[in-house]
């Protein structure tokens, strides 16, 4: 069975900075892709970040800079710091594997099959 746990959300004030988490059990998300994703009430799911079998990141435009998706290969964990928080980076953030797309596609959320619940992100002004 696989599973996707998030971890690591809270709420901070603007400029602040949170890591979170994301362990994987039951799928070599490794040999696959796994993203980052993030819903605001009432906006839809967007792509955060990415990172591929061989290592490659990208990042939505507006986090650049900001945002960094590493992982731990041991602990079958894949993380995402976040930097410099404004309050546009609330939401629920998300990850996301079992990839059936092209690196170009990535932030289309349909073309992944396993998800986990997600952990809030909350940034106040």
């Known amino acids: 069975q696989v599973q996707l746990v998030e971890s690591g959300g809270g709420s901070v004030e603007a400029g602040g900075s949170l890591r979170l988490s994301c362990e994987v059990s039951g799928y070599k998300y490794d040999s696959n892709y796994l993203s980052w994703f993030r819903q605001a009430p009432g906006k839809e799911r967007e792509g955060v970040a990415v990172l591929n079998f061989m290592s490659a990141t990208d990042y939505l435009d507006s986090v650049k800079g900001r945002f960094t998706i590493s992982q731990d290969v041991a602990k079958n964990t894949v993380y995402l710091q976040l930097n410099s928080l404004k309050p546009d980076d609330t939401g629920v953030y998300y990850c996301?594997?079992?990839?059936?797309?092209?690196?170009?596609?990535?932030?289309?959320?349909?073309?992944?099959?396993?998800w986990g619940q997600g952990t809030q992100v909350t940034v106040s002004s």
């Open positions: 996301a594997t079992g990839y059936t797309g092209g690196w170009s596609d990535w932030k289309s959320q349909s073309r992944y099959t396993y």
